[in-house]
């Protein structure tokens, strides 16, 4: 299993950016995928989730209203575009996919790309 995080990078305040995960090794339309940030200091924090078809999705308070977690399964890739970016959204943000085998639960992580936002 791969997780590849792309499109961190530093943008002003009230910016915007489109984060993407790119998944490979597990069949990536048959799970919900994740993703978390970790500030400075911080514990890791989930973020966003999307179902497997795309269908539900769930953003943390912090987050609702100010970005959109999709996913294109046919390029096995998840994506989570931020809208007005404010300084507290300085993170890495991991992508993170949870699998089931035999009944057993793997947490993959990606390696993670840095967002800061700063004037």
């Known amino acids: 299993v791969q997780l590849v995080e792309s499109g961190g990078g530093l943008v002003q305040p009230g910016g915007s950016l489109r984060l993407s995960c790119a998944a490979s090794g597990f069949t990536f339309s048959t799970y919900a995928m994740r993703w978390y940030r970790q500030a400075p200091g911080k514990e890791r924090e989930l973020v966003a989730t999307?179902?497997?078809?795309?269908?539900?999705?769930y953003y943390a308070d912090c987050m609702r209203g100010r970005c959109t977690i999709s996913r294109d399964n046919a390029k096995n890739t998840v994506y989570l575009q931020i809208m007005r970016l404010k300084p507290a959204d300085t993170a890495v943000y991991y992508c993170?996919?949870?699998?089931?085998?035999?009944?057993?639960?793997?947490?993959?992580w990606g390696q993670g790309t840095q967002v800061t936002v700063s004037s």
């Open positions: 999307v179902s497997s078809a795309g269908v539900s999705t």
């Open positions: 993170n996919a949870q699998l089931s085998v035999s009944g057993t639960r793997y947490t993959y």
